[in-house]
């Protein structure tokens, strides 16, 4: 891309890693009149958990959770849809039937990302591992949980914080087709919306014994010098299961709002598998992330009623997912305090969840724009999704954790007390009237521009 006389040079941006964060980072920055060079290592390298060499790989669940405003993450959603940001035009146009949430087909949706990404003119996407941070401009840090360990040991000497890691699971994947539906059928809790889930009924013995396997398989150790630290909303099911014999029962195994049709009665406990890909030929098993060995994973689903001829399309695996402590190393604009032409974004922030990790991609991409642009930029209110979410990396904590948007991290309502359900739609109509406010700010500081 040239420049003339009349024609200023774009400012340089560059980002390290492909995924979630990166490809939206690198999508704002380069509409908003930056030239971006994108580094992602696959296909050279691929992580313990990476297959595909597409970009913003799904590795874990197909779910963006849930549509509503009833939960936190549907606000942050509807933030992101209106502010035309990539990842959500991706999700769009690459949903899979869920019940109330929004899913995708993981292969359409990271493809659909990769091949934006490739086609604009403003981003170079190389292909190639870095293992050092460039000694000079602007950078922004988006390697993810799964940084690797090269990166990991240099980020940790920048930010002290080299103990700070957590182990995070899979859940399977299974073969529609091998799915035995004489004993699974599909519904939705309190046939809510369409059949859109596929369950396996278990009754009080079935779950016992399954309870039971689960505490006695083989599990994949940690490392001789790490020790195992889980994020609560990704807890491997042995994990839950060790917690009290009916953890299960009452957590991702309760029965409750499903009737089997073939008894006409509520199970004792039910798996729930949601579909995977656009085709409907591939279902996870939801909540079922799994620390078990391969062979154990094999033997143990394969008891479950409706799955005993499950062939697995992929199988449950526990990675390291590697995070900073933000509120310590970051100031408030996602800049290393100690070198603040470093930028970090995604779930290396600690910030947790899909959606999450793009919005955070997004609010990277704006601030690092308009720095290099020496443009004003005002962060979102604090009132909103997204600026919930700055406030969780900025806010000093004694015990900082990785986590999700909720509505915990919203200012309160200044109008008094109301219904929980009254108040979360208080929450979200307020939200999305100050970001509605700040996103026209945002379009006269640092409009887009072409490329």
């Not at 900073?324 to 969840?353: D, H, K, M, W």
């Not at 609010?363 to 919930?388: F, H, K, N, W």
């Not at 999305?432 to 500081?445: K, M, S």
């Amino acid at each position: 891309m040239s420049s003339s006389p009349l024609t200023p040079a774009r400012p340089q941006l560059t980002i390290i890693g492909g995924g979630l964060a990166g490809c939206e980072a690198a999508w704002q920055a380069a509409n908003r009149g930056l030239t971006v060079t994108l580094y992602e290592m696959k296909p050279q390298r691929f992580s313990a958990a990476h297959q595909s060499a597409d970009l913003a790989e799904l590795v874990c669940s197909n779910s963006l959770r849930g549509r509503g405003m009833n939960n936190a993450v549907g606000c942050l959603k509807e933030e992101l849809r209106r502010a035309r940001s990539l990842f959500l035009q991706a999700a769009d146009a690459t949903t899979v039937p869920a019940g109330g949430a929004l899913a995708v087909d993981r292969a359409a949706f990271s493809a659909l990302i990769s091949q934006r990404i490739g086609q604009h003119p403003a981003i170079e996407l190389r292909r190639e591992e870095i293992t050092r941070l460039p000694a000079a401009g602007a950078v922004i840090i988006a390697t993810g949980p799964l940084t690797s360990d090269a990166l990991a040991q240099q980020i940790a000497n920048l930010t002290s914080s080299e103990d700070l890691y957590f182990y995070d699971a899979i859940a399977p994947i299974v073969s529609a087709d091998s799915i035995d539906f004489s004993k699974a059928w599909r519904a939705s809790r309190y046939d809510k919306g369409e059949a859109d889930y596929i369950n396996c009924p278990l009754d009080e013995a079935q779950y016992q014994a399954f309870v039971t396997a689960l505490l006695q398989a083989d599990k994949v150790p940690a490392r001789n010098f790490e020790t195992m630290r889980h994020f609560e909303g990704c807890m491997p099911i042995e994990e839950m299961a060790a917690r009290g014999p009916q953890t299960l029962a009452f957590g991702p195994m309760k029965p409750v709002g499903l009737i089997d049709p073939h008894t006409g009665r509520m199970p004792y406990a039910v798996v729930q598998l949601r579909q995977d890909n656009h085709h409907a030929t591939s279902y996870n098993l939801v909540g079922f992330q799994t620390k078990l060995t391969y062979p154990e994973q094999r033997r143990i689903f394969r008891t479950l009623p409706g799955l005993e001829q499950a062939q697995f399309e992929r199988l449950g695996s526990v990675h390291r997912n590697t995070y900073i402590n933000a509120p310590r190393c970051l100031n408030g604009r996602l800049q290393l305090n100690s070198e603040p032409r470093l930028y970090f974004a995604g779930q290396i922030t600690g910030v947790e969840g899909y959606v999450e990790s793009a919005a955070c991609g997004f609010l990277a991409g704006l601030i690092a724009s308009a720095d290099l642009l020496e443009r004003p930029l005002e962060l979102p209110p604090a009132v909103t999704a997204c600026g919930a979410l700055l406030g969780h990396l900025s806010h000093p904590t004694s015990d900082f954790q990785p986590q999700n948007v909720n509505y915990g991290l919203f200012p309160p309502l200044e109008n008094g007390r109301m219904k929980r359900a009254d108040r979360r739609l208080a929450l979200a109509e307020r939200a999305l009237r100050q970001f509605d406010a700040w996103l026209a700010g945002i379009e006269q500081q640092l409009p887009q521009v072409s490329a």
